[in-house]
């Protein structure tokens, strides 16, 4: 069946990151958007004419004969009280990432769509990035030997706030760069290297005009051993390599962000030749003493959630993202907070 889809929020998760996706699979149609910002209603208007533009929820929760699937790409702090209305009215739901402020709330939520027999799952659009699909397979394959450890970053350099939610928004309405990035980073660390049993965290505001945290390091100690550092940071002068990898016979390097976001940005489409390509020069390298080879890039494949919601959604196969993934995430999240805290106090 079609999957009658309604969007909540059409910034840059709904209009940018849902709707295109949503749009170029056939499994679904986008039959309301939930918007109320004057350019945003007329983006939405043009974009997508077949849908309903509402200005606010109230009127989505008596949809219950017109839509499916709720997608809640509002502001971060709205995500647990729009997926709990969405899911007590009925509907299947997609939350943006973070998923919600804190562990418990998320199991709520697992608890009240698994009573309903609902879906939901949590957008980590990120595992489907070119250079992690190249990072994971690397590691898989064992071509790095045994890994030590992991190194991840999202860095740019913004020393002047934007305007806007994120820049507003505390910690308790899921604000600042941890929350923002550190489930990207934090979801990859434990898909690629499994539970985590020791976190140790930097966690600093460096900007005037910003509610939280915007300059963030974690260290993690997996289970398995593997030890992975990761960057969040809006106030990187320079950026570091995106990946570094380091293996017993092997060292993996690659620069430079997956390039979906920019080509959506410029308007480029899912199904568009070269969509989520990167060119050669952009491709990775693994280093082993003096000698270098370039390794291909695998494609960034974004659409592949959205196919894996219809598929679950349709057939009852698994979530893209089971949430208790990013629980898992929100865990790491709060003892990274509990020991950045613990270290200032000494």
Same mark, same amino acid.
């Not at 994120?166 to 898909?191: R, S």
């Given at each position: 069946m079609v999957i009658r889809t309604a969007i909540i929020g059409f910034g840059t998760a709904g209009g940018l990151f849902h709707a295109p996706f949503l749009a170029a699979d056939p499994a679904f149609r986008i039959d309301a958007i939930v918007t109320r910002d004057p350019a945003r209603v007329e983006r939405a208007t043009s974009e997508h004419p077949q849908a309903r533009i509402l200005a606010d929820t109230a009127a989505l929760w008596e949809m219950t004969d017109s839509i499916d699937l709720v997608v809640v790409a509002s502001p971060s702090g709205s995500h647990a009280a729009h997926a709990e209305s969405a899911l007590r009215a009925g509907y299947h739901v997609v939350v943006d990432k973070p998923f919600v402020a804190d562990a418990e709330t998320g199991e709520t939520l697992i608890a009240i769509a698994a009573a309903r027999d609902l879906m939901l799952t949590v957008f980590q659009n990120r595992r489907w990035d070119g250079d992690f699909l190249t990072v994971s397979d690397l590691v898989k394959s064992g071509r790095l030997g045994e890994i030590r450890r992991f190194e991840s970053r999202f860095t740019w350099w913004?020393? /002047?706030?934007?305007? +806007?939610?994120?820049?507003?928004?505390? #910690?308790?309405? *899921?604000?600042?760069?941890?929350?923002?990035?550190?489930?990207?980073?934090?979801? /990859?660390?434990?898909?690629?290297?499994g539970p985590v049993v020791d976190v140790y965290a930097e966690i600093d505001t460096v900007r005037e005009g910003v509610a939280a945290d915007d300059d963030v390091f974690i260290?993690?100690?997996?289970?398995?051993? #593997? $030890?992975?550092?990761?960057?969040?940071?809006?106030? *990187?002068?320079?950026?570091?390599? $995106?990946? $570094? #990898?380091? +293996?017993?016979?092997?060292?993996? #390097?690659?620069?430079?962000l997956d390039g979906q976001e920019t080509a959506l940005v410029a308007g480029r489409r899912p199904g568009d030749p070269g969509f989520g390509e990167r060119d050669q020069a952009e491709w990775g390298s693994i280093t082993t003493g003096d000698n270098g080879e370039s390794v291909p890039m695998t494609r960034g494949q974004y659409e592949r959630f959205y196919a894996g919601v219809a598929a679950s959604i349709n057939s009852g196969s698994p979530v893209p993202v089971d949430p208790a993934d990013a629980v898992a995430g929100l865990r790491v999240i709060a003892a990274a907070r509990a020991a950045a805290a613990s270290r200032t106090k000494k």
């Open positions: 913004q020393p /002047q706030a934007p305007e +806007g939610w994120k820049a507003e928004a505390p #910690v308790a309405e *899921a604000g600042g760069i941890l929350f923002d990035l550190g489930p990207h980073l934090i979801d /990859q660390a434990l898909q690629l290297f260290a993690l100690e997996h289970e398995s051993g #593997v $030890r992975s550092h990761l960057w969040m940071s809006a106030v *990187a002068p320079e950026p570091g390599p $995106r990946f $570094r #990898v380091l +293996g017993a016979e092997g060292t993996y #390097v690659s620069w430079g």
